[in-house]
């Protein structure tokens, strides 16, 4: 089996056990694309997938939705990309090892993925898509790229364990409530005033500060009590 078509198992309501003998066929025909919100039990060779390896040589990651008992994900260095709802809803997500070769988060990929704690993303990554950890309620550690460009709508939503952040100098846009409801941000850690005050903000809450609970804003690692806006910033 090398395709299945778009909404082959659409309202396929009591689908929850998926037992497949080749991860990376599984992966490159992008699973079943349920979009629904059935608990899966992936099963590979007869085994329950909890702690899942991706193969080297995948580039693009899909096919996890609602897979509730992975547990640990590695990925190697040839991925790129994790896809559309990649790993949304595996809620007993703890633990991911990010490719150093990522460049895109797309969106929905973490969405409800409410046990992960902490996201180490590489210098590689450009682009975190529109949801990519909504609801990743347990997510207290975030280390955001240096080559980061963008942060979609609603990206962070619902992370309200997230406490301190540091925003990289590259960083051009923030959508709609990416960090909305983000109710334990205390501190935003900042490297160069004028890239900060350059960042497009969607609305409110695409602002970390206006989180109506961050309470200090460091530039260089000290705190802002004395700022000087640069020359040049409208």
Request: charged share 20%; glycine share 6%.
């Amino acid at each position: 089996l090398t395709d299945i078509g778009s909404n082959a198992f659409a309202n396929c309501s009591s689908l929850s056990n998926i037992y497949i003998e080749d991860l990376r066929n599984w992966i490159e025909m992008g699973g079943l694309g349920l979009y629904n919100d059935n608990d899966i039990h992936l099963y590979l060779n007869g085994e329950l997938i909890t702690d899942l390896s991706i193969p080297n040589g995948v580039t693009r990651v899909l096919a996890f939705e609602n897979c509730v008992d992975i547990v640990r994900v590695r990925l190697p260095d040839t991925v790129t990309s994790i896809g559309y709802r990649a790993f949304y809803g595996c809620r007993n997500l703890n633990e991911i090892q990010l490719s150093s070769g990522l460049t895109s988060i797309d969106e929905y990929a973490f969405e409800n993925c409410s046990s992960l704690i902490s996201v180490e993303i590489p210098d590689s990554l450009t682009t975190i898509k529109d949801n990519a950890f909504y609801n990743c309620k347990k997510l207290s550690e975030i280390k955001l790229s240096q080559k980061l460009t963008s942060i979609g709508k609603n990206a962070f939503y619902g992370c309200n364990s997230i406490t301190d952040i540091m925003i990289p100098d590259s960083l051009i846009s923030i959508g709609t409530d990416a960090f909305m409801n983000c109710m334990s941000i205390r501190n935003i850690y900042i490297n160069d005033v004028a890239a900060w005050l350059n960042i497009s903000y969607e609305n409110d809450y695409s602002n970390p500060m206006n989180s109506r609970c961050a309470k200090e804003l460091y530039v260089n690692g000290k705190p802002a009590t004395h700022l000087t806006i640069p020359e040049g910033v409208e």
